[in-house]
């Protein structure tokens, strides 16, 4: 069965540094998502995508997060100078189409801003 | 009113056990809800749809109130390895879809 694959699957970095997260969506989907997840706290949206542009950003997707699809597999999240309150587990998820609600998600990667 | 509500939990029950989560949402442009399971430290898996009519799926009930912004679940003849995290899901609305979470609700079955 298909799956959305992330990579890697932790990540420590220290404080202002610039951390890529990366996914690959399954691959006829076309809908893609990041979502987060503070340790005990619950899965929080951060953007959606699609037709390669951002087509929905939370509050917490400010400036310092960026989304790209550099080539037809790949999906990745950037943070351009990591603060300690971004320590989370981030995860993809990917959707075939409009009309499918069921978002596929991956194992996520854990982030560790020291 | 928080967007999606869930009873805070634990819940701990023997094998065998019937267990009941709720759910309450506040967007009523919602259209689609979902019970996600979470293990520890994993990602979220679709355990199953809501639809308005009520679904079934062996030993998993789900339910759905659109009049008062409601949904269930309800896990009859509980196992070990229903232990998880469930959590109460919809969609924000619009074809994207964005999902908002419940904060879940922890359930422990003990042998």
């Known amino acids: 069965e298909p799956e959305v694959t992330q990579t890697p699957s932790h990540q420590v970095t220290q404080m202002g540094q610039e951390v890529i997260l990366r996914c690959v969506p399954i691959s006829n989907h076309l809908y893609f998502y990041w979502y987060r997840q503070i340790l005990g706290q619950k899965v929080e949206f951060l953007v959606s995508f699609y037709n390669n542009e951002i087509s929905e950003k939370s509050e917490i997707f400010d400036d310092q997060f960026s989304v790209e699809r550099p080539d037809g597999s790949n999906f990745t999240l950037k943070i351009r100078s990591t603060k300690l309150e971004d320590s989370a587990m981030y995860f993809c998820?990917?959707?075939?189409?409009?009309?499918?609600?069921?978002?596929?998600f991956g194992p996520g990667t854990r982030l560790l801003v020291l | 009113r928080k967007e999606v509500e869930q009873d805070p939990g634990p819940f701990n029950v023997p094998e065998g056990a019937t267990v009941a989560f709720n759910c309450t949402y506040s967007?009523?442009?919602?259209?689609?809800f979902f019970w996600y399971r979470q293990d520890c430290r994993k990602e979220p898996k679709l355990l199953m749809s809501v639809y308005s009519s009520g679904n079934e799926d062996g030993r998993f009930t789900a339910q759905l109130n659109r009049a008062s912004q409601y949904i269930s679940l309800l896990i009859r003849d509980s196992k070990l390895s229903d232990s998880a995290t469930y959590l109460c899901v919809v969609n924000k609305g619009g074809s994207q879809g964005n999902l908002i979470f419940g904060k879940g609700t922890k359930l422990s079955v003990k042998p």
């Open positions: 998820a990917s959707k075939p189409g409009p009309l499918q609600e069921t978002q596929y």
């Open positions: 967007n009523s442009a919602s259209q689609s």
